[in-house]
Protein backbone atom coordinates (compact mmCIF):
# COMPACT_ATOMS: atom_id res chain seq x y z
CA UNK A 1 0.00 0.00 0.00
CA UNK A 2 1.34 3.13 -1.26
CA UNK A 3 1.54 6.08 1.07
CA UNK A 4 3.19 9.34 1.87
CA UNK A 5 5.33 9.11 5.35
CA UNK A 6 5.27 12.37 7.34
CA UNK A 7 8.01 12.72 9.28
CA UNK A 8 9.07 15.50 11.99
CA UNK A 9 12.21 17.32 11.09
CA UNK A 10 15.11 19.45 12.62
CA UNK A 11 14.44 21.59 15.74
CA UNK A 12 11.13 22.23 14.99
CA UNK A 13 8.24 20.18 14.80
CA UNK A 14 6.37 22.33 13.02
CA UNK A 15 8.44 22.00 10.35
CA UNK A 16 7.94 18.47 8.66
CA UNK A 17 9.36 15.96 5.66
CA UNK A 18 7.49 13.98 3.55
CA UNK A 19 9.24 11.04 2.29
CA UNK A 20 7.42 9.39 -1.11
CA UNK A 21 7.88 5.74 -0.07
CA UNK A 22 6.24 2.33 -0.39
CA UNK A 23 5.78 1.44 3.08
CA UNK A 24 4.01 -2.18 3.23
CA UNK A 25 2.91 -4.19 6.13
CA UNK A 26 6.06 -4.79 7.83
CA UNK A 27 6.26 -8.56 9.52
CA UNK A 28 6.44 -9.08 12.84
CA UNK A 29 6.38 -12.45 14.10
CA UNK A 30 3.48 -12.95 16.99
CA UNK A 31 6.28 -14.74 19.28
CA UNK A 32 8.28 -11.25 18.75
CA UNK A 33 5.44 -8.67 19.14
CA UNK A 34 4.95 -9.97 22.14
CA UNK A 35 7.63 -9.26 23.49
CA UNK A 36 8.44 -5.64 21.47
CA UNK A 37 4.92 -4.60 22.93
CA UNK A 38 5.93 -5.57 26.19
CA UNK A 39 9.30 -3.87 25.92
CA UNK A 40 7.61 -0.78 24.99
CA UNK A 41 5.11 -0.39 27.73
CA UNK A 42 7.81 -1.11 30.33
CA UNK A 43 9.99 1.89 28.14
CA UNK A 44 6.93 3.71 28.76
CA UNK A 45 6.17 3.28 32.41
CA UNK A 46 10.12 4.13 33.07
CA UNK A 47 9.82 7.10 30.68
CA UNK A 48 6.79 8.02 33.46
CA UNK A 49 8.84 7.60 36.71
CA UNK A 50 12.35 9.76 34.91
CA UNK A 51 12.06 11.61 32.02
CA UNK A 52 15.29 11.12 31.38
CA UNK A 53 16.88 11.52 28.12
CA UNK A 54 18.09 8.14 28.42
CA UNK A 55 14.52 6.63 28.49
CA UNK A 56 13.65 8.98 25.77
CA UNK A 57 15.77 7.31 23.47
CA UNK A 58 14.50 3.88 24.60
CA UNK A 59 11.01 4.61 24.33
CA UNK A 60 11.85 5.97 20.56
CA UNK A 61 13.41 2.26 19.87
CA UNK A 62 10.94 0.19 21.35
CA UNK A 63 8.64 1.96 18.55
CA UNK A 64 10.86 1.44 16.40
CA UNK A 65 11.06 -2.21 16.98
CA UNK A 66 7.52 -2.56 16.70
CA UNK A 67 8.14 -1.01 13.34
CA UNK A 68 6.44 2.51 14.24
CA UNK A 69 9.07 4.67 12.62
CA UNK A 70 7.50 7.88 12.62
CA UNK A 71 6.73 7.74 16.11
CA UNK A 72 10.02 6.93 16.84
CA UNK A 73 11.35 9.56 14.48
CA UNK A 74 9.06 12.25 16.47
CA UNK A 75 10.63 11.16 19.56
CA UNK A 76 13.65 11.73 18.87
CA UNK A 77 13.03 15.55 17.35
CA UNK A 78 11.68 16.15 20.77
CA UNK A 79 15.11 14.79 22.34
CA UNK A 80 17.32 17.08 19.67
CA UNK A 81 15.11 19.92 20.80
CA UNK A 82 15.49 19.29 24.68
CA UNK A 83 18.99 18.23 24.43
CA UNK A 84 20.59 19.07 21.39
CA UNK A 85 23.77 18.39 21.80
CA UNK A 86 23.44 14.37 22.66
CA UNK A 87 24.64 12.91 19.54
CA UNK A 88 22.51 9.54 20.42
CA UNK A 89 19.41 11.25 19.43
CA UNK A 90 20.76 11.99 16.18
CA UNK A 91 22.66 8.64 15.80
CA UNK A 92 18.98 7.26 16.11
CA UNK A 93 16.74 8.98 14.43
CA UNK A 94 19.19 8.76 10.96
CA UNK A 95 19.00 4.81 11.31
CA UNK A 96 14.98 5.19 11.24
CA UNK A 97 15.50 7.74 8.33
CA UNK A 98 17.29 4.69 6.41
CA UNK A 99 14.25 2.66 7.59
CA UNK A 100 11.92 5.37 5.87
CA UNK A 101 14.19 5.49 2.47
CA UNK A 102 14.92 9.31 3.49
CA UNK A 103 18.70 9.09 2.70
CA UNK A 104 19.53 12.84 2.71
CA UNK A 105 17.85 13.11 6.01
CA UNK A 106 19.90 10.20 7.61
CA UNK A 107 23.36 11.79 6.25
CA UNK A 108 22.22 15.48 7.62
CA UNK A 109 21.71 13.36 11.03
CA UNK A 110 24.81 11.06 11.06
CA UNK A 111 27.26 14.09 10.06
CA UNK A 112 25.79 16.13 12.98
CA UNK A 113 26.41 13.09 15.75
CA UNK A 114 29.85 13.16 13.82
CA UNK A 115 30.64 16.35 14.74
CA UNK A 116 28.79 16.23 18.41
CA UNK A 117 31.34 13.00 19.24
CA UNK A 118 34.36 14.21 18.18
CA UNK A 119 37.27 14.21 20.25
CA UNK A 120 34.69 12.79 22.71
CA UNK A 121 35.46 9.16 24.49
CA UNK A 122 33.91 6.60 22.57
CA UNK A 123 31.22 4.72 24.76
CA UNK A 124 29.29 1.43 24.42
CA UNK A 125 26.16 0.91 23.02
CA UNK A 126 23.79 -0.87 24.58
CA UNK A 127 21.78 -3.20 22.68
CA UNK A 128 17.94 -3.08 22.08
CA UNK A 129 17.96 -6.70 20.75
CA UNK A 130 20.78 -8.36 22.93
CA UNK A 131 22.57 -11.03 21.62
CA UNK A 132 22.89 -14.88 22.85
CA UNK A 133 25.06 -14.11 25.62
CA UNK A 134 24.13 -10.22 26.20
CA UNK A 135 27.28 -8.53 25.16
CA UNK A 136 26.48 -5.24 23.59
CA UNK A 137 29.13 -5.22 20.16
CA UNK A 138 29.27 -1.98 19.20
CA UNK A 139 29.90 1.80 20.24
CA UNK A 140 27.81 4.97 19.25
CA UNK A 141 30.54 5.99 17.81
CA UNK A 142 31.14 3.22 15.58
CA UNK A 143 27.70 2.67 15.39
CA UNK A 144 27.55 6.45 13.58
CA UNK A 145 30.09 5.86 11.26
CA UNK A 146 29.09 2.34 10.46
CA UNK A 147 25.36 4.11 8.95
CA UNK A 148 26.37 6.60 7.39
CA UNK A 149 28.65 4.48 5.48
CA UNK A 150 25.78 2.60 4.72
CA UNK A 151 23.54 5.56 3.20
CA UNK A 152 26.49 6.85 1.20
CA UNK A 153 26.80 3.17 0.15
CA UNK A 154 22.75 2.78 -0.41
CA UNK A 155 22.86 5.75 -2.44
CA UNK A 156 26.31 4.98 -4.36
CA UNK A 157 28.50 7.35 -3.32
CA UNK A 158 31.41 4.67 -2.97
CA UNK A 159 34.40 6.96 -2.40
CA UNK A 160 32.40 8.91 0.78
CA UNK A 161 31.55 5.62 1.84
CA UNK A 162 34.90 4.17 1.54
CA UNK A 163 36.41 7.33 4.14
CA UNK A 164 33.60 6.80 6.40
CA UNK A 165 34.15 2.76 6.50
CA UNK A 166 37.99 3.35 7.18
CA UNK A 167 37.25 5.37 10.43
CA UNK A 168 34.11 2.99 11.43
CA UNK A 169 36.74 0.40 11.31
CA UNK A 170 39.46 2.01 13.12
CA UNK A 171 36.81 2.10 16.06
CA UNK A 172 36.18 -1.29 16.11
CA UNK A 173 37.22 -2.74 19.39
CA UNK A 174 35.76 -6.75 18.73
CA UNK A 175 35.73 -9.03 16.07
CA UNK A 176 31.82 -8.45 15.39
CA UNK A 177 32.30 -4.66 14.42
CA UNK A 178 35.65 -5.46 12.79
CA UNK A 179 33.89 -8.01 10.98
CA UNK A 180 30.74 -5.96 10.31
CA UNK A 181 32.72 -2.50 8.96
CA UNK A 182 35.04 -5.25 6.60
CA UNK A 183 32.04 -6.68 4.76
CA UNK A 184 31.04 -3.25 3.43
CA UNK A 185 34.52 -1.66 3.18
CA UNK A 186 36.05 -4.73 1.12
CA UNK A 187 33.01 -4.49 -0.98
CA UNK A 188 33.53 -0.45 -1.69
CA UNK A 189 37.21 -1.07 -2.41
CA UNK A 190 35.97 -3.43 -5.15
CA UNK A 191 33.30 -1.04 -6.43
CA UNK A 192 36.44 1.39 -6.74
CA UNK A 193 38.62 -1.24 -8.46
CA UNK A 194 41.36 -0.87 -5.42
CA UNK A 195 41.98 -4.37 -5.58
CA UNK A 196 45.37 -4.13 -3.72
CA UNK A 197 43.13 -2.83 -0.75
CA UNK A 198 40.48 -5.37 -1.14
CA UNK A 199 43.12 -8.13 -0.23
CA UNK A 200 44.80 -6.88 1.96
CA UNK A 201 41.72 -5.70 3.87
CA UNK A 202 40.48 -9.61 3.05
CA UNK A 203 43.46 -11.61 4.72
CA UNK A 204 42.87 -10.08 7.76
CA UNK A 205 40.20 -12.39 8.34
CA UNK A 206 40.88 -15.29 9.90
CA UNK A 207 39.56 -18.65 10.36
CA UNK A 208 39.29 -18.70 14.06
CA UNK A 209 37.95 -15.13 14.45
CA UNK A 210 35.89 -15.46 18.30
CA UNK A 211 32.26 -14.05 16.84
CA UNK A 212 29.26 -13.57 19.01
CA UNK A 213 26.47 -12.62 16.40
CA UNK A 214 28.09 -11.40 12.89
CA UNK A 215 28.17 -14.71 11.64
CA UNK A 216 26.44 -13.47 7.97
CA UNK A 217 29.00 -11.07 7.28
CA UNK A 218 31.69 -13.62 7.91
CA UNK A 219 30.12 -16.16 5.91
CA UNK A 220 30.31 -13.28 3.06
CA UNK A 221 34.36 -12.79 3.73
CA UNK A 222 34.77 -16.10 3.58
CA UNK A 223 32.72 -16.37 -0.05
CA UNK A 224 35.81 -14.07 -0.96
CA UNK A 225 38.06 -15.76 0.11
CA UNK A 226 37.11 -18.84 -1.87
CA UNK A 227 36.58 -20.61 1.43
CA UNK A 228 32.79 -20.95 1.36
CA UNK A 229 31.01 -22.30 -1.74
CA UNK A 230 28.76 -19.69 -3.14
CA UNK A 231 26.65 -22.42 -5.59
CA UNK A 232 25.84 -24.32 -2.22
CA UNK A 233 24.83 -21.28 -0.34
CA UNK A 234 22.60 -20.14 -3.26
CA UNK A 235 20.89 -23.60 -3.19
CA UNK A 236 20.23 -23.13 0.32
CA UNK A 237 19.24 -19.19 -0.30
CA UNK A 238 16.75 -19.99 -3.09
CA UNK A 239 15.28 -23.44 -0.98
CA UNK A 240 13.97 -20.89 1.56
CA UNK A 241 16.44 -22.03 3.68
CA UNK A 242 17.74 -19.21 4.21
CA UNK A 243 15.17 -16.30 2.88
CA UNK A 244 14.84 -14.18 6.08
CA UNK A 245 18.35 -13.79 5.87
CA UNK A 246 18.62 -11.06 3.90
CA UNK A 247 22.23 -9.86 4.70
CA UNK A 248 23.71 -13.41 3.68
CA UNK A 249 21.39 -13.00 0.37
CA UNK A 250 22.17 -9.87 -0.43
CA UNK A 251 26.33 -10.22 0.02
CA UNK A 252 25.60 -13.60 -2.33
CA UNK A 253 24.26 -11.26 -4.71
CA UNK A 254 27.06 -8.62 -3.94
CA UNK A 255 29.84 -10.73 -4.14
CA UNK A 256 27.97 -12.01 -8.19
CA UNK A 257 27.80 -8.68 -8.99
CA UNK A 258 31.45 -7.70 -8.19
CA UNK A 259 32.41 -10.76 -10.01
CA UNK A 260 30.71 -9.97 -13.25
CA UNK A 261 27.51 -12.15 -12.47
CA UNK A 262 24.68 -9.62 -12.87
CA UNK A 263 22.41 -12.04 -14.01
CA UNK A 264 22.56 -13.69 -10.97
CA UNK A 265 23.14 -10.54 -8.75
CA UNK A 266 19.62 -9.45 -10.01
CA UNK A 267 17.89 -12.47 -9.33
CA UNK A 268 19.19 -12.72 -5.73
CA UNK A 269 18.15 -9.14 -5.08
CA UNK A 270 14.80 -9.25 -6.32
CA UNK A 271 14.15 -12.18 -4.33
CA UNK A 272 14.87 -10.32 -1.77
CA UNK A 273 12.46 -7.30 -2.33
CA UNK A 274 10.16 -9.90 -3.11
CA UNK A 275 10.20 -10.96 0.75
CA UNK A 276 8.57 -9.38 3.53
CA UNK A 277 12.14 -8.36 5.35
CA UNK A 278 11.12 -4.73 4.11
CA UNK A 279 13.12 -2.88 6.91
CA UNK A 280 16.22 -5.12 6.95
CA UNK A 281 19.55 -3.65 5.98
CA UNK A 282 19.96 -6.32 3.03
CA UNK A 283 16.55 -5.02 1.76
CA UNK A 284 17.18 -1.81 1.57
CA UNK A 285 20.67 -2.36 -0.25
CA UNK A 286 19.71 -4.95 -2.75
CA UNK A 287 15.98 -2.22 -3.72
CA UNK A 288 18.62 0.55 -4.19
CA UNK A 289 20.79 -1.90 -6.56
CA UNK A 290 17.84 -2.49 -8.52
CA UNK A 291 16.51 0.67 -8.76
Same mark, same amino acid.
Not at 8 to 25: M, R
Not at 71 to 99: L, Q, T, V, W
Given at each position: ????????L??????????????????I???????????????K???????????L????????? *????????E?Y????M??PK??????H?????????????A???????V??T???P??I???????A?????S???????Y? *?????????????????????????E??????A?????????????????????????K????????H?YY???R???????P????K??M????????????????Y????????????L???????????A???????????
Amino acid at each position: MKFFLILFLGSSLSAQVVCNTNLPDIYISNKARVVYEAKMLEAKENFKKDPSPDNLIWLGRREAY *LRNYADAIEIYSKGIMKYPKDARFYRHRGHRYISSRCFDLAIKDFKKAVGLTRDKPNEIEPDGLPNALGIPTSTLQGNIYYH *LGLTYYIQGKYHKARYTYEKCLKLAENPDSYVAATNWLYVIYRHLELDGKAAELLSTIKDDMNLIENHSYYTILRIHQGKVDPSALEKEIMSGQSLNNTTLAFGLGNYYSINGDKEKAQALFKMIVDGNQWSAFGYIVAEARLK
